[in-house]
């Protein structure tokens, strides 16, 4: 908790992980996320090591710089850069998750976009009555205009010129639907570090279809995509013209009139619109001026559409008595759902007893505590996904439509159909639940092995399953396909060939055996030096195995032989070091001028000095030294007594052999940071960390 300067209250440090960011400054409006796993955070240091992060203030934050956290046991994140006073870094900015980011992704993708057609684009984050900056993104050109909203801060507005474009969470209603038609709607999805930007339209009574930005374009109507013609074509609206004043309104002719009346009666019945189709049978009585045939067909239309008139007045009466039975019953789920399906079907011309009983149970809904209501909105929330999943079993059960057996490929879309059918419950067919019911039963049975046998060998067979004949291809057996062609033949039809192979096989190694117990008779056993004798031959002496030899186990390094307190005692005969001074670096083993090691020369030096060995080793020193190539050395001189541990001077050294070396220790080959110094500008260098490693190999060997 720290005092926010110019705000006059206390802010709260917020915990959440930073996900998003903006490149080289805080006023940037080009985004960036950060990948969550280790292993790609890596790769994204590597792109961007000449790049700084900034906590921009377009996605609400303080405008301060950020670096990248990398964890292996939870998300890699960007954090602020620490306080110079050692507090916490205090950020007021709200939304820090993945989709944070996302209108400066639709600014950068409209952008885009539009220049690639020629168009300049201006885009703006109106914020309405303290909304949070980025609810709202409005993108302006010269022909158009859209308001992109990505939450419900803002409610949309649908005449004011400027075509709303909704997010996945914005709600719209069954009206709006039916006025405008259709309505675009918008999403993003994560790919690496970027958001890419997809364009749905949804209409009433279909799903909303997806599409790529770029398969989208800008016409007379606004917004376009591949689906957006053929539902204007289904509602058989004309395509919209400028209006002149003096310019007649131009009248389609009864013929076409007449066939656009049908089809908005067909459509009409479709969305159970009994308003509507009220409107087109008033409309096809009062037309004029249309062939017999054709007017004979308008008045069966009108015939049909009264009856179902009735049949809807039925319906709505008995929506309107379980409305009144369940509120006298006190059922509040089921009151709940009648209620959303009279302001779906009946929101319109209610007779007086309809909007008493439909008021009542808006008083008895809204009288209930919130405990109640909250389990009706949880149950509310079961059924709801139940519903989903009864969608999502019957998607399955098209694709596996062309498949009567169970195998390894088809596991996770069985294994989907059985989890979504666990959820839908009752809410599927009987037929959808016997389909269900007969891959439930072949997933216990496992799955089918696949046979691989040449077609021109099983075509010459005939199936046992679905009974082809030679000559002919295997077909489904099983509703709802049976008769359709199968894509491979069935195992059943493959495994006559497998079997008849396998005993042919098995034949051929009985009468091999036979053959061979014929014409070699069985012979007493010798010993097995006499059989290798055999072998041989009289011009050939039998191999002998060798024992083999121990291998020698290797000797240590010198540096290793030598105790650390003796390395510098002597002087170094190769680079003239004087005793308690380091080797110069003459082999360029490391970064530095002085060597981390002392010479092989000078450490040999140590071990045969007369203060170390024995007699045994001075025998074996010439011959080491013969060995080695190194010249004979002057006689050793004889050691200094040991002063005690606190009159010796510091002896200058570079580290140990004997433990791990650290990046911080070792000199930067990038930027040449000496040690125990960090690097600049942006944290230690990968090459400094790699170096580390890499001489604490060679320390080791």
Same mark, same amino acid.
């Given at each position: 908790m720290s005092w926010q300067d110019?705000?006059?209250?206390f802010v709260r440090a917020d915990k959440r992980r930073i996900q998003t960011a903006v *490149?080289?400054?805080?006023?940037?409006?080009?985004?960036?996320?950060?990948?969550?796993?280790?292993?790609? *955070?890596?790769?994204?240091? %590597?792109? %961007?090591?000449?790049?700084t992060? &900034?906590?921009?203030?377009? *996605?609400?934050?303080?405008?301060?710089?950020?670096?990248?956290?990398l964890y292996t046991d939870r998300a890699c994140h960007f954090a602020h850069h620490p306080d110079p006073d050692g507090l916490p870094h205090v950020c007021g900015r709200r939304a820090r998750g993945v989709d944070s980011a996302d209108h400066l992704y639709v600014r950068s993708a409209a952008a885009a976009w539009l220049a690639s057609r020629g168009e300049? +684009?201006?885009?703006?984050?109106?914020? %309405?009555?303290?909304?949070?900056?980025?609810? +709202?993104?409005? +993108?302006?050109?010269?022909?158009?205009a859209l308001r992109v909203h990505l939450d419900q801060a803002v409610a949309p507005v649908w005449d004011n010129g400027m075509e709303p474009v909704l997010g996945t969470m914005v709600p719209v209603d069954r009206d709006t639907l039916i006025r405008r038609w259709y309505v675009h709607r918008i999403r993003l999805e994560s790919e690496g570090t970027a958001r890419r930007v997809r364009i749905g339209t949804e209409a009433f009574a279909r799903p909303t279809e997806w599409f790529a930005l770029d398969e989208c374009e800008m016409t007379e109507r606004g917004l376009s995509t591949p689906v957006v013609e053929e539902i204007v074509r289904a509602r058989n609206a004309p395509r919209p013209s400028l209006w002149s004043p003096g310019k007649a309104k131009r009248v389609p002719e009864p013929e076409a009139r007449a066939q656009a009346l049908l089809r908005r009666l067909v459509y009409a019945r479709r969305i159970e619109s009994a308003v509507l189709a009220k409107q087109v049978c008033g409309e096809i009585e009062d037309l004029t001026g249309v062939e017999r045939e054709l007017q004979e067909q308008l008045e069966a239309a009108v015939r049909h559409a009264r009856v179902w008139l009735v049949e809807q007045n039925e319906a709505r009466r008995r929506l309107f008595d379980n409305l009144k039975k369940a509120v006298a019953e006190q059922r509040p789920g089921r009151v709940r759902r009648l209620l959303l399906r009279v302001n779906g079907t009946a929101a319109e011309d209610r007779t007086e007893a309809e909007a008493v009983v439909y008021e009542r149970a808006t008083k008895y809904f809204e009288s209930l505590d919130d405990l109640t209501r909250d389990a009706v909105e949880a149950e509310a929330a079961t059924e709801k996904e139940a519903r989903k999943a009864a969608a999502r079993v019957r998607s399955a059960l098209q694709g596996l439509r062309r498949y009567d057996a169970y195998t390894s490929a088809l596991?996770?879309?069985?294994?989907?159909?059985?989890?979504?059918?666990?959820?839908?419950?009752?809410? *599927?067919?009987?037929?959808?639940?016997r389909r269900v019911e007969v891959w439930k039963n072949r997933v216990a049975e496992g799955p089918q092995a696949p046979l691989h046998v040449a077609r021109r060998y099983w075509i010459q067979r005939g199936c046992p399953r679905c009974h082809a004949d030679q000559g002919v291809n295997c077909v489904l057996v099983e509703e709802p396909d049976s008769?359709?062609?199968?894509?491979?033949p069935h195992n059943e039809r493959l495994q006559l060939i497998v079997d008849e192979r396998k005993a042919e096989?098995?034949?051929?190694?009985?009468?091999?055996?036979?053959?061979?117990? +014929?014409?070699s008779p069985a012979e007493p056993m010798k010993p097995a030096v006499e059989e290798r004798e055999r072998e041989a031959g009289p011009g050939r002496p039998a191999r002998e195995r060798r024992p083999k030899k121990p291998r020698k186990k290797a000797e240590p390094r010198l540096h290793h032989q030598v105790p650390r307190r003796d390395w510098y005692r002597m002087v170094c005969p190769r680079c003239h070091a004087g005793p308690g001074k380091l080797c110069d670096n003459d082999d360029r083993v490391g970064p530095a001028e002085k060597r981390q090691l002392p010479h092989d020369e000078r450490l040999r030096r140590v071990l045969q000095s007369d203060d170390r060995v024995g007699p045994a080793e001075k025998r074996q020193a010439p011959r080491d030294e013969r060995l080695h190539r190194v010249p004979q050395l002057a006689p050793a001189e004889p050691r200094p007594p040991r002063r005690r541990r606190g009159d010796r001077e510091v002896q200058e050294a570079a580290g140990s052999a004997a433990r791990t &070396? %650290?990046?911080?220790e070792v000199t930067c080959p990038k930027c040449q940071a000496a040690p125990n110094t960090p690097c600049t500008p942006n944290g230690m260098h990968h090459k400094r960390v790699e170096w580390a490693r890499e001489f604490t190999r060679r320390l080791w060997g």
């Open positions: 110019g705000m006059g209250e *490149l080289g400054s805080a006023d940037s409006d080009e985004p960036l996320m950060l990948p969550m796993e280790a292993i790609e *955070l890596d790769a994204f240091r %590597h792109a %961007h090591e000449h790049d992060f &900034w906590c921009g203030t377009l *996605l609400g934050g303080c405008g301060g710089q950020l670096t990248t956290k300049q +684009v201006s885009c703006e984050y109106p914020r %309405h009555d303290g909304t949070p900056l980025g609810s +709202v993104v409005d +993108v302006r050109w010269r022909h158009g596991r996770p879309q069985v294994e989907g159909l059985l989890r979504s059918a666990t959820l839908a419950g009752e809410l *599927l067919k009987p037929g959808e639940a008769g359709k062609v199968r894509k491979d096989q098995k034949k051929a190694r009985q009468l091999k055996k036979a053959r061979q117990e +014929v014409v &070396w %650290h990046a911080a």
